[in-house]
């Protein structure tokens, strides 16, 4: 699949920052898009970074059909660029367009737009220890037509920011009995922007209250541990890595996943099942040996420190070379390239050939 780029004249490479990254709001030098109209997609193309207009009607204006993905590519040893598990994240982009009912992405289109826009991109991919590119796409309905129903117009659009180490330190979170974020039925498995709009507000009452991020609890009986903030959980007791199981509320992450192979690859016993706040509780009274944090692509692995449990404070151990530190620190050494791509997470973005149009 060949998609044009047009590149821009006013790269703002040269002004960029890489020892002092600020992620948010300064993106890469380009973007790519494509629409998809009479039912299929088109107009794929590498372009410079910048707004677009879109119709007030714009149904993902009103009626949340918006998806994304976050994913990460790297500067490996050897100078080349790689995408962490590009068929992993396919995968749930598709699973979560299927559920908000809009169109899926086929492999081709999916990988060639990766490619496009890494490949143009490749010089903001920073070798600096610690960076990597993070990936945005997202798909969202442009039709402009008021009324609650599908959209027949989409925009599939992926844009790229530098990212450095995000090694903020541990958090302190609390278990959330009030609040959930998603339901058995709902589209808690699903990377849909309405999941985010609804944890906004637990998440404030819970930093008001002089906590980092809440730990959530599944919707029915507000027992059992799901997710720490926006990451996927999980507690090393005694040595078994335990994690709540994919049950459909829960983010089916590629993080998540990543580090229960490489646990299970040193011999670790791994376990994903529901585990209780009751059970995490019982093993701290009981003295067990226990390691607690959050998974994710953007900040690979955050320990925690300090779990609040209706009131009652529990600290899990965050040794620098514990059982998250080591699987958090093998995990880095694959993607970038300075240990063996056992098992092909990593794929080598093949550069574009240079004609292209100069805007
Ligand atoms: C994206 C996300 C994760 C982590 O998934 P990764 O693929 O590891 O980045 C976990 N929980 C939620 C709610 C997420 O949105």
């Given at each position: 699949?060949?998609?044009?780029?047009?590149?821009?004249?006013?790269?703002r490479?040269?002004?960029?920052?890489?020892?002092?990254?600020?992620?948010?709001?300064?993106?890469?030098?380009?973007l790519f898009?494509?629409?998809?109209?009479?039912?299929?997609?088109?107009?794929?193309?590498?372009?410079?970074?910048?707004?677009f207009l879109?119709?007030?009607?714009?149904?993902?204006l009103?009626y949340?059909?918006?998806?994304?993905?976050?994913?990460?590519?790297?500067?490996?040893?050897?100078?080349?660029?790689?995408?962490?598990?590009r068929?992993k994240h396919?995968?749930?982009?598709?699973?979560?367009?299927?559920?908000?009912?809009?169109?899926?992405l086929?492999?081709?289109?999916?990988?060639?737009?990766?490619?496009a826009?890494?490949?143009?991109?490749?010089?903001?991919?920073?070798?600096?220890?610690?960076?990597?590119?993070y990936?945005?796409?997202?798909?969202?309905?442009?039709?402009?037509?008021?009324?609650?129903?599908e959209?027949?117009?989409?925009?599939?659009?992926?844009?790229?920011?530098?990212m450095?180490?995000y090694?903020?330190?541990?958090?302190?979170?609390?278990?959330?009995?009030?609040?959930?974020?998603?339901?058995?039925?709902?589209?808690?498995?699903?990377?849909c922007?309405?999941?985010?709009?609804?944890?906004?507000?637990?998440?404030?009452l819970?930093r008001?209250?002089?906590?980092?991020?809440?730990?959530?609890?599944?919707?029915?009986?507000?027992?059992?541990?799901?997710?720490?903030?926006?990451?996927?959980?999980?507690?090393?007791?005694?040595?078994?890595?335990?994690?709540?199981?994919?049950?459909?509320?829960?983010?089916?992450?590629?993080?998540?996943?990543?580090?229960?192979?490489?646990?299970?690859?040193?011999?670790?016993?791994?376990?994903?099942?529901?585990?209780?706040?009751?059970?995490?509780?019982?093993?701290?009274?009981?003295?067990?040996?226990?390691?607690?944090?959050?998974?994710?692509?953007?900040?690979?692995?955050?320990?925690?420190?300090?779990?609040?449990?209706?009131?009652?404070?529990?600290?899990?151990?965050?040794?620098?070379?514990?059982?998250?530190?080591?699987?958090?620190?093998e995990?880095?050494?694959?993607?970038?390239?300075?240990?063996?791509?056992?098992?092909?997470?990593n794929?080598?973005?093949?550069?574009?050939?240079?004609?292209?149009?100069?805007?």
């Amino acid at each position: 699949m060949n998609i044009p780029v047009t590149r821009t004249h006013n790269s703002r490479l040269a002004a960029y920052d890489f020892s002092n990254i600020q992620f948010g709001p300064n993106p890469t030098d380009h973007l790519f898009t494509a629409d998809y109209q009479d039912g299929e997609w088109q107009q794929a193309e590498v372009k410079p970074f910048g707004a677009f207009l879109i119709s007030p009607l714009a149904l993902c204006l009103h009626y949340g059909q918006t998806v994304f993905e976050g994913m990460k590519a790297f500067r490996l040893a050897d100078g080349r660029v790689s995408i962490f598990r590009r068929d992993k994240h396919l995968i749930r982009i598709n699973r979560s367009l299927e559920r908000m009912c809009m169109p899926a992405l086929p492999e081709e289109l999916f990988y060639a737009a990766l490619d496009a826009l890494v490949g143009t991109d490749a010089d903001w991919v920073s070798g600096l220890p610690g960076n990597a590119l993070y990936l945005r796409p997202m798909v969202i309905a442009i039709e402009a037509r008021l009324g609650v129903m599908e959209a027949r117009q989409y925009k599939f659009l992926i844009v790229a920011l530098p990212m450095a180490n995000y090694y903020e330190g541990t958090v302190n979170v609390k278990v959330e009995t009030e609040y959930t974020r998603a339901a058995k039925g709902g589209a808690g498995f699903a990377k849909c922007g309405g999941n985010y709009g609804g944890a906004f507000l637990p998440t404030r009452l819970a930093r008001a209250a002089g906590f980092d991020q809440v730990l959530w609890t599944d919707g029915e009986s507000h027992r059992y541990i799901e997710e720490s903030g926006t990451m996927n959980v999980m507690f090393a007791i005694n040595g078994t890595l335990i994690t709540p199981p994919l049950n459909g509320t829960i983010l089916d992450g590629v993080n998540r996943d990543s580090m229960l192979t490489l646990a299970r690859d040193r011999g670790m016993t791994t376990e994903e099942r529901p585990i209780s706040y009751q059970e995490l509780e019982t093993a701290f009274k009981n003295g067990d040996t226990i390691e607690a944090f959050g998974v994710g692509t953007a900040a690979v692995l955050t320990q925690i420190r300090e779990i609040d449990i209706l009131g009652q404070r529990y600290f899990p151990a965050t040794p620098p070379a514990g059982i998250a530190a080591t699987l958090r620190d093998e995990l880095n050494a694959i993607r970038t390239g300075r240990q063996p791509d056992r098992h092909g997470w990593n794929h080598v973005v093949v550069m574009a050939e240079k004609a292209e149009i100069t805007e």
